[in-house]
């Protein structure tokens, strides 16, 4: 009877749980701007559907989880569409940073962490092609709300 009601459990957890979830990343950072710019993190739906991230929350630790920012409502990234946010001060470390992404109940979506980075230049998760991110990340020229291309790299 125990081992029914741990299957049925996990199937309804498989059931209730929300796929679109992993489909958003993080795909740029750019933390290192000059004093006139500000620090930004990119979001992009690798999805069909649009996706809300009301609540969700990005953090920034190495050493301690510190929050960025919690979605307001009605944020909704759209399919294959980026969404980039602007932090209103200098909070990313230039070295030895990891950003995390976590959907509105805590649960890890996504998360970038990266040893250095140079002034002007972003962190970018490279695209395989138009709709398909890869797992490459490599200093480059920002590339806010676009691509980042595999070529050249």
């Known amino acids: 009877m125990i081992v029914k009601i741990l299957i049925f459990s996990v199937l309804l957890f498989f059931l209730c749980a929300t796929p679109t979830q992993a489909h958003i990343v993080i795909s740029e950072v750019y933390p290192a701007p ?7 993190i990119e979001l992009f739906n690798t999805s069909d559907q649009p996706v809300d991230i009301s609540g969700w929350k990005l953090f920034e630790h190495f050493t301690t989880l510190k929050e960025i920012t919690t979605f307001s409502d009605a944020t909704l990234v759209n399919p294959h569409d980026f969404f980039v946010f602007e932090l209103d001060s200098s909070r990313l470390n230039n070295t030895e940073e990891k950003i995390s992404l976590h959907d509105s109940q805590g649960i890890l979506v996504n998360s970038l962490q990266y040893a250095s980075s140079e002034t002007q230049k972003s962190l970018s998760v490279l695209f395989l092609d138009a709709t398909t991110i890869g797992t490459t990340l490599a200093i480059t020229t920002p590339t806010k709300a676009l691509l980042n291309p595999l070529e050249g790299v």
């Open 34 to 40: 000059t004093s006139d710019e500000k620090e930004w």
